[in-house]
Structures are given as C-alpha cells and as structure tokens.
C-alpha cells in the first residue's frame, strides 16, 4: 500500500488557558451547575479570550501554529520537510489573509501550497481527505490543522437572562482549541495508516442544522443571532447519522464490527456523544472521548481524540473515527490502523 496510503506520523494540540468549569461558567451566565450538567454534561472547556471583558489573548492562528508546531516536532520533522498546509475552520480570524496562510507564516512554511476549508465539525476529516490526496498525488509530507474559537460568537456582557435556551446552550457547549497531524507518504512517527476516509455531503433539500453568521460593515450593528441551531433536530438526526457514517465505512473498507478496537465517536456533547455510542453498538471497541473536558472544540475536536488514542494504539490494532456536521447535513469518518 506505500505510494498510495498515507500515514499519520504525529499529532499536536493546543488549548488555551485553565479549564473553566461549569460552577465558574454557570456563575457568569446565572445558571446553574446542575443545568450544565444535565444539558450538555461537559464538565469543562478552554477560552482564549476574557469571559468579563471579552479580551483576546489568543487568536486562532496562535492556536493553530501551536498545534501545527508541536506536530511537526512530534514527527521528527523540519518545517522545510512539509510540502502542504491544509487548515480547516469555521471561525477564521479574517476573511483575508486566510489563517491557513497566516499560520504558515508563523511556522516558517514557504513556497507550498496552503488551503483553507470553510467547515465545521467535518472539517478535520476534510483537511485529512484532501490531505490524503496530496500524498497520492506525490507530496511526501504534510500538514493538516483543525481549529476554532468562540469570542466572535458569544458575548458575556450581554443580558443572558433574556437569552432563549437555544442560544444560551451555546455558551456551555462550545470551547476554543486546535489540533494537528502530519501526514507522510511513508510509514514514520507514529505509524498509523489511513485505510479509509468517508466524506460525503448529505443535505440535499434539508434545512440548516445549525447557522453561524458573520457581520459586514452594514449589518454589524443588526440583533440577528450569530449562532443558531435547531436541536430537536440535530438530536434526532445525528445518532442516525452517525450509524450511517460506521456501517459505510466498514463497508468501504470490508471490515466487520468486530475488526475495530477503538471508536471515536463524534462529539457534540457529553450527553449527545453517550447517546450516539449507544445507538452505535459497538461493544468490543474501546471509546476515545475527550468532550467532556475540552468542550466541542469544531474542527479541532478529532484530532484531540486521536492523540489520545495513539498512545493506546498498538500494532495491528484498528481505529474509526466518526464525525457530523449539521449545518448542512455532511457525513465523515475515516479508519486508521497501527503499523
């Protein structure tokens, strides 16, 4: 398969600050501890900007060239040696320079090519995908990036007591973060193969599962919601989904339920993520979560998994990774093996 498979040889995360836990969270947003808990279950999550004054401390090019930074060291690779970036996000810094390009900037990158997807909870199996692609199509080494941040989208100054629940939850469920890996055309690092990626768009005709919104100079001063979601429907869709998502994969790759040692479910929420495992059924695998203390972190989400998982991960042992995006219906996973 050399030539044609890519390998995963590293990983790198950041997350900005102390954890902030749901007694401090829900102080600010004058609820309650039990509230969080019960809606969303996640115990903590990361912001890289003041919660009381809404200063930015971290940008999501600080956060992303710090994962991209630590995963090319973790290959045992120099900056020169990477041929690609791609970078997927849902909430770039500007719309232009694009993040991606600043981010190479900072890790010294020049000359290669260096994308940027507009996505949200798929977008880390998409940059792996058109990574995946690169390396097929002859580039040795690369890096892909996932990662988003909330300061734009929640604002704590505001009344929250007059806040619709639908809007509110989105102050508990999100956190800041980034997550990379460096992809190779030869077994290096960690070792890991990529047998499989399944990315398909899957909303034909359907309404919007979740909207994020973005302001010009002519309607920054507009009321509209910057976040919205439809949960009922989110929560009905996605388990199913998901379902979907693993059984075609198995199917791409002919493996069995049995082959799969480790799931890494996707994860919207603590509660949303036990609910999707359970509809999975997957009893002989292994689940590698990290919502619970990281917050949904967008693109950035899987690739915080996975670097839990690689310690774990022996030889011959097999991982899938699923993961939904709402806002427009799109499935993702991907299938890695230790070699």
């Not at 609820?31 to 279950?41: A, L, Q």
């Not at 479910?265 to 203390?293: K, N």
């Amino acid at each position: 398969m050399t030539g044609t498979t890519a390998y995963l040889a590293s990983t790198g995360t950041a997350l900005p600050g102390t954890p902030v836990d749901n007694s401090t969270l829900g102080k600010l947003l004058s609820v309650s501890e039990e509230w969080i808990d019960i809606f969303v279950g996640t115990r903590t999550r990361h912001f890289a900007w003041d919660l009381a004054t809404g200063e930015v401390h971290q940008s999501l090019t600080d956060l992303c060239a710090e994962a991209g930074d630590l995963a090319i060291a973790g290959a045992g690779l120099d900056p020169s040696d990477i041929e690609f970036l791609v970078l997927a996000t849902a909430t770039p810094d500007t719309l232009l320079p694009t993040t991606a390009a600043r981010v190479a900037d900072r890790l010294g990158l020049n000359y290669l090519p260096a994308y940027q997807l507009q996505a949200g909870c798929s977008g880390a199996v998409q940059a792996i995908d058109l990574g995946r692609s690169l390396i097929a199509g002859g580039s040795g080494a690369g890096l892909v990036i996932g990662g988003d941040v909330t300061n734009r989208h929640l604002d704590l100054r505001r009344d929250l007591s007059r806040m619709p629940t639908e809007e509110l939850v989105n102050y508990v469920l999100f956190g800041d973060g980034a997550g990379a890996a460096v992809l190779t055309a030869e077994p290096a690092g960690e070792r890991v193969a990529l047998r499989g990626v399944l990315n398909r768009f899957a909303g034909l005709g359907r309404p919007p599962g979740q909207i994020i919104d973005w302001y010009g100079i002519t309607d920054r001063h507009t009321e509209r919601q910057m976040i919205s979601e439809d949960y009922k429907e989110i929560e009905e869709s996605v388990p199913v989904m998901a379902v979907e998502i693993l059984w075609d994969l198995l199917g791409l790759l002919d493996w069995g339920v049995g082959d799969l040692d480790f799931l890494l479910p996707p994860q919207l929420s603590t509660r949303m993520t036990q609910r999707i495992v359970e509809h999975l059924a997957v009893p002989g695998a292994r689940e590698i979560s990290c919502v619970s203390d990281t917050g949904n972190t967008g693109n950035a989400l899987p690739f915080q998994q996975i670097e839990r998982l690689l310690p774990e991960l022996r030889v011959g042992q097999r991982a899938l990774a699923i993961a939904v995006e709402s806002s427009k219906w799109i499935k993702t996973g991907l299938a890695l093996e230790k070699v």
